[in-house]
T-cell receptor, first 112, second 111 residues
């Protein structure tokens, strides 16, 4: 099993550009989520999904969009990148919402 | 929402020393997990421990849900234990159904 796979690992964007962070898991997990990590802030939830076709907002959803067309994939879209979105992004999954959660290796995003 | 406070924020140890990290939370929870983020940024799940005590090698954790705290014990610390330790909690069925993370304890183990 590859676990939770995120791509790309590093990305530099210009302000106003859009991009998609990819996340895939091969553990047949129903629950998937995206977090961002900023210095001194811990991890904050952006969006989550409890199953294919179901998504919802977390603590900091503005500027981001998600979809869940399959159980395996949960892409995160930045609609119009802003410098405030410079961060490390983590995708995570678990068998269900209340179970042990597993993280991908992170995506380092810089918006200039 | 639930507030999560971790202490101490920073901890420096000599290799071989023991340590205790604390996680306090402001409301009842039915999910509590501890994570280690290594210096390369990778997040590893250490324990799923909404209550009780668990041990895994040199690491153990105890959660006293009724008193709203959890402790992570590291014995005979090694340089590879360095990194940031996060506690995360949730209350399914309450107003906070997704994991809320504390700000972490940064541990540095010196050889």
């Amino acid at each position: 099993n590859a676990g939770v796979t995120q791509t790309p690992k590093f990305q530099v964007l210009k302000t106003g550009q859009s991009m998609t962070l990819q996340c895939a898991q091969d553990m047949n997990h129903e629950y998937m989520s995206w977090y961002r990590q900023d210095p001194g802030m811990g991890l904050r939830l952006i969006h989550y999904s409890v199953g294919a076709g179901i998504t919802d907002q977390g603590e900091v959803p503005n500027g981001y969009n998600v979809s869940r067309s399959t159980t395996e994939d949960f892409p995160l879209r930045l609609l119009s990148a802003a410098p405030s979105q410079t961060s490390v992004y983590f995708c995570a999954s678990s068998y269900s919402r209340g179970n042990t959660i597993y993280f991908g290796e992170g995506s380092w995003l810089t918006v200039v | 929402g639930i507030q999560v406070e971790q202490s101490p924020p920073d901890l420096i140890l000599q290799e071989g020393a023991n340590s205790t990290l604390r996680c306090n939370f402001s409301d009842s929870v039915n999910n509590l997990q501890w994570f280690h983020q290594n210096p390369w940024g990778q997040l590893i799940n250490l324990f799923y421990i909404p209550s009780g005590t668990k041990q895994n090698g040199r690491l153990s954790a105890t959660t006293v849900a009724t008193e709203r705290y959890s402790l992570l014990y590291i014995s005979s610390s090694q340089t590879t234990d360095s990194g940031v330790y996060f506690c995360a909690v949730a209350n399914y069925g309450g107003s906070q159904g997704n994991l809320i993370f504390g700000k972490g304890t940064k541990l540095s183990v010196k050889p």
